[in-house]
């Protein structure tokens, strides 16, 4: 099953009492979504974490999935460093979390 979301990238920006998170590509929408905290700093803190790790999702998914195929082709060949396979399952791990459910 694939979920669509609106397309990256966003940005954030304040709003009244909240830090709101926009679409650069989709302005007609009013938010994303509003983030707040125990002060304003937080909320605008907490609105920059979610952008970033937005903004940066599908790269980051793109490189594990390539290192882990490099990495896997090195175990395939038998002659693979010390660490290796811890390595293969961490990034088959991270990518795991990253999947959509």
């Given at each position: 099953?694939?979920t669509?979301?609106?397309?990256?990238p966003?940005?954030?920006?304040?709003?009244?009492?909240?830090?709101?998170?926009?679409?650069i590509?989709?302005?007609e929408?009013?938010?994303?979504?509003?983030c707040y905290?125990d002060s304003?700093?937080?909320?605008?803190?907490n609105?920059?974490?979610?952008?970033?790790?937005?903004?940066?999702?599908e790269g980051?998914?793109?490189?594990?999935?390539?290192v882990?195929?490099?990495?896997?082709?090195?175990?395939a060949?038998?002659?693979y460093?010390?660490g290796a396979l811890?390595?293969?399952y961490?990034l088959?791990?991270?990518?795991?979390?990253?999947?959509?459910?």
């Amino acid at each position: 099953m694939t979920t669509q979301h609106t397309p990256t990238p966003w940005q954030h920006g304040e709003g009244i009492c909240e830090h709101k998170i926009y679409s650069i590509t989709r302005p007609e929408l009013d938010e994303i979504a509003r983030c707040y905290g125990d002060s304003a700093k937080e909320a605008h803190d907490n609105a920059a974490f979610i952008v970033r790790a937005c903004n940066a999702h599908e790269g980051l998914v793109e490189a594990v999935e390539k290192v882990r195929a490099w990495l896997e082709a090195v175990i395939a060949s038998g002659k693979y460093p010390i660490g290796a396979l811890t390595a293969a399952y961490h990034l088959n791990t991270a990518l795991a979390a990253a999947e959509v459910k």
